[in-house]
């Protein structure tokens, strides 16, 4: 598969990057993804639009996107007050590990589960 002239100037960032390039590229166009049963919405939703963005599709028969569950993510909230910012962050971060994956520079990750969110200074 070769990029057209649209994905060229749609993917142009990433195409410069080294990690990336066209044959990246190309392999995240190609990969789909769908949400663990146990993974919480939330996050799901943070990373599917990161990894959507990237060029990545959602689909039943792809690999599936290793974010967190409710209790993790609420564990990482330390407080409902944060539950919000702790599911996007843990999207944020499960969507790099699924792109990093994908790239073949590194196995996905879980999030480190020793991490809180603080609203001290």
Known sequence: MSLDAAARRRYARQLLLGEIGESGQERLLDAGFHREAD???????VAAEYLERAG????????????????AVMRFAASPALRDPAAAIMGAFSA??????????????????DLTLSTEG
């Open 56 to 71: 990545c599709s959602r689909e039943e028969s792809g690999a599936a996107v290793l974010v967190p569950n409710e209790s």
């Open 96 to 113: 790099v590990e699924h792109l990093k994956e994908v790239l073949g520079i590194g196995a996905a990750r879980e999030f480190p589960s």
């Open 39 to 45: 993974g919480d919405a939330d996050a799901y939703a």
